[in-house]
């Protein structure tokens, strides 16, 4: 039901940084949760991080804790994920998505279309 925009991909040298936005068509009692995801090719989906639209609390995958911070702004009904030190490992596709439940449930229903992140070596 509800409406995800992801932008802000690009392509950076290892090292750098990027900024992405989850543009949704607005937070409703049906969201309590936005996740990040992420598919590089030939590989499976694997979940980055999930963040609560309730407190803002954001839990992160091993491979980007202390890299990537997620941030919700309740009023744009928007999430962002700053991405910093990438490498070139973190090449993907990155989606966003939304669940009517908590993070730790993962009922995650509505999806966006993705945004290319690809970083350089």
């Known amino acids: 039901e509800v409406q995800l925009v992801e932008s802000g991909g690009g392509l950076v040298q290892a090292g750098g940084s990027l900024r992405l936005s989850c543009a949704a068509s607005?937070?409703?009692?049906?969201?309590?949760?936005i996740g990040w995801f992420r598919q590089a090719p030939g590989k499976e989906r694997e979940g980055v991080s999930c963040?609560?639209?309730?407190?803002?609390?954001?839990i992160y995958a091993d491979s980007v804790k202390g890299r990537f911070t997620s941030s919700i702004d309740n009023a744009k009904s928007t999430v962002y994920l700053q991405m910093n030190s990438l490498k070139p490992e973190d090449t993907a596709i990155y989606y966003c998505a939304a669940a009517p439940s908590d993070c730790v449930a993962g009922d995650f229903g509505s999806w966006g279309q993705g945004t290319q992140v690809t970083v350089s070596s």
């Open positions: 607005g937070f409703t009692p049906d969201v309590n949760g």
């Open positions: 963040t609560s639209t309730s407190d803002g609390s954001t």
